[in-house]
């Protein structure tokens, strides 16, 4: 069955600008430079990842933060930008979506709510209804968070580490394999149709923890490709990286299923309506932290209490409260607050003080402190995803 809310998507994310060619030449075959020999790689190295990749399980309940960005350059050094980010929660036969696009001038917020086999939609302010199946709602997020899992001899270089319970490993691939993936896998905008369509460089960063899960999945390419006599260089980078595996709530209220049972059916709205340019301005800044300040406003309705400090209100006694000026992150529950210093990886509440990366702590603290330190972490890594960032794009300021 053709999926109607998919092929939007993907029209608007693959809409080229004026500057861009609408017609790109085909080729006969995906082309790469097929150069590169496989060098010799640790045994033990892969059979360490293949154990990983090949027992990786998806937990039944998860929240997911994905994004995925295409940079065309041009010889006179102009660019063109196509960006996606959304976070996926995910319990069971239930999901929760939020998908933000932009593409050069062109934007659109997607927030859908899935159950019985049913993905109810606010797309640009428009609501529908769309019947489909748990695999379809994922694919919407168009970004893959499965293992790549390529062969042994496939691979050029191999590098694991292990921090704790948790595997990392490093992967470069011939360029056939990587071609092949990239053309498979992440091609959305099918750059293997263009012209002496080649990839330069690649890599694929992948972190399981102790279940096998695939927590974090990092993929970059670095690209070109030729129209008419210019060549173009094109990079993408996508990432995923998932949290509160088995813990995951998904709340659909009656009162949003009475307001979700008048949407019609998507065949039965004028997609012309959908307005895809508005003067919203969702574009990302030059750091994370200036992106994050940005968002919290514009996605999150925080608002400037003082300068570099935001907050919303849940109700008349819970906060949330983001300072740049300290780089922490509080959350307030009567007189109760819990922060989080990201950039140091500390938490803390009165004189209880816990350390992340050390996994320590001080001498006075009780197991409900700690694990109230803990969830302000969660969820400062929530209000990051909702923004499109991670933690660690912070961290690395």
Not at 157 to 174: M, P, R, Y
Not at 364 to 386: A, F, H, P, R, W
């Amino acid at each position: 069955m053709k999926k109607y809310l998919i092929t939007v998507l993907s029209i608007l994310l693959c809409a080229c600008a004026s500057e861009s060619p609408a017609e790109p030449s085909v080729t006969e075959e995906p082309a790469g430079e097929q150069t590169a020999e496989p060098a010799p790689i640790s045994t033990d190295a892969y059979e360490l990842y293949e154990s990983c990749a090949s027992n990786s399980t998806v937990p039944d309940s998860y929240t997911e933060a994905v994004s995925s960005r295409y940079d065309f350059i041009f010889s006179d050094d102009t660019s063109d930008i196509y960006m996606l980010d959304g976070t996926v929660e995910k319990q069971g036969d239930t999901a929760h979506l939020n998908q933000y696009l932009n593409a050069n001038g062109m934007s659109a917020h997607l927030e859908g709510y899935y159950y019985d086999n049913r993905l109810y939609v606010l797309y640009n302010g428009i609501g529908y209804y769309e019947d489909m199946g748990m695999k379809d709602v994922l694919n919407i997020m168009t970004v893959p968070d499965q293992p790549v899992h390529p062969d042994m001899e496939d691979i050029v270089s191999l590098e694991a580490e292990e921090n704790g319970e948790e595997k990392t490993f490093t992967i470069i691939c011939t360029d056939a394999e990587a071609s092949g993936l990239f053309t498979k896998k992440y091609d959305i905008r099918e750059l293997n149709k263009f012209d002496d369509f080649k990839i330069l460089s690649h890599s694929i960063r992948e972190t399981y923890d102790a279940d096998n899960v695939l927590v974090r999945q990092t993929v970059s390419y670095d690209t070109e490709i030729a129209y008419s006599t210019e060549k173009i260089r094109v990079t993408f980078a996508s990432s995923i990286s998932r949290t509160n595996t088995g813990d995951t709530e998904v709340v659909i209220t009656d009162a949003m299923k009475a307001e979700q049972a008048a949407y019609p059916a998507f065949t039965d709205i004028d997609t012309d309506a959908i307005e895809t340019v508005t003067e919203d301005d969702d574009s990302p800044e030059k750091t994370a932290s200036a992106t994050f300040r940005k968002r919290l406003v514009s996605r999150l309705h925080y608002e400037e209490v003082s300068d570099g400090v935001y907050r919303t209100e849940f109700n008349d006694h819970e906060t949330y409260t983001v300072n740049f000026n300290t780089q922490a992150f509080t959350y307030t529950n009567y007189s109760i607050s819990y922060s989080y210093s990201w950039k140091g990886d500390t938490g803390s509440m009165g004189s209880c003080t816990y350390l992340f990366e050390e996994e320590k702590q001080s001498s006075d603290c009780e197991e409900s402190v700690l694990e109230g330190i803990k969830n302000t972490k969660s969820n400062l890594q929530m209000e990051l995803y909702y923004c499109g960032l991670l933690l660690e794009d912070l961290q690395n300021e």
